[in-house]
């Protein structure tokens, strides 16, 4: 979907803003306003509850001094669809986070490389069996992300099965086995269980025990509230939160705002991350 670029010449694209539903929970801003101080960028980072019935025309409402958009649940599709391109990490998993905005709309996956430098800053990069809880797009992303890492089998835990039958095929494109069982049915054993429910969604006392019981340790991409309802019941090892897969997916995003490409780095980066750590 193009966006108007008539102002391009004489107003700079400097504002930026996190888009989601529910929104009000997220740290982006202040993560990416640590950043632009420290990268010394007058840029412009806001948020804005989009749901994902109005998503196309408050994308299509966008002028020319729009640079870019992150994307939270449950937009990641919908942006996908908007995208006139997309890096291969978004063509793997469908799902878009984040939106370089220009003539075209140029759509990235960058929750993909914040899970494996969280899941390797952790020391948590030599899984092989690995179990992700969820079926949605974040866990997409992460059965991408622990095959990177090496995962050698990975199980799905999912309330709704059906949902995870892609899944499974994405795990053959990679080359790993994907099983699929129902949430409520006792689990295989994991040496890492990555969550990727909704932040506040609340498991069955049992479920949770069966989960924790042969689950290893638990990496949960929710972080708001932390500790979540799954990691304060949580007894099969430590429990990690979504704050490090934050951290690292926004400095991708920076790099795509800044560069267009999600693998250059930023100038002086080791002290733009630290900035971003001290803001959370």
């Known amino acids: 979907m ?21 929104i009000a929970h997220s740290k982006s801003p ?22 994902a019935e109005s998503f196309a025309a408050a994308l299509g409402g966008l002028d020319a001094t729009w640079r870019g958009l992150s994307l939270t649940m449950p ?33 990235f996956n960058t929750d993909v490389g914040g899970i494996v430098d969280a899941l390797t800053e952790a020391g948590l990069d030599g899984a092989r069996q690995v179990r992700i809880v969820g079926a949605g797009a974040t866990a997409a992303s992460a059965l991408v992300a622990v095959a990177e890492l090496g995962a050698g089998h990975v199980e799905v835990s999912a309330r709704r099965p059906e949902r995870a039958a892609g899944l499974v095929m994405l795990g053959e494109r990679l080359a790993v086995p994907v099983v699929v069982r129902p949430l409520d049915q006792p689990a295989a054993a994991a040496e890492l269980t990555v969550a990727t429910l909704p932040g506040g969604t609340e498991l069955a006392a049992d479920t949770v025990a069966s989960l924790a019981a042969a689950g290893g340790t638990l990496f949960d991409a929710a972080y708001a509230p932390w500790p979540s309802a799954l990691a304060t019941q949580w007894s099969g090892g430590p429990a990690v939160s979504g704050l490090g897969m934050l951290l690292h997916q926004a400095v991708r995003q920076i790099r795509i705002f800044l560069h267009g490409d999600p693998m250059v780095p930023l100038r002086d980066e ?5 900035a971003m750590r001290a803001a959370l």
């Open 2 to 22: 193009p966006i108007p670029t008539a102002a391009a010449e004489t107003v700079p694209a400097s504002r930026l803003a996190v888009w989601g539903d529910p």
């Open 30 to 51: 202040a993560l990416h306003a640590a950043a632009y101080q420290a990268l010394g960028l007058d840029w412009e980072y806001t948020r804005r509850q989009v749901t």
């Open 75 to 107: 937009l990641k599709e919908e942006a996908f669809r908007a995208s006139a391109t997309r890096d291969p990490h978004a063509e793997l998993t469908g799902a878009v986070n984040t939106l370089l905005l220009s003539d075209r709309v140029a759509g």
């Open 270 to 274: 080791e002290a733009v991350i630290a």
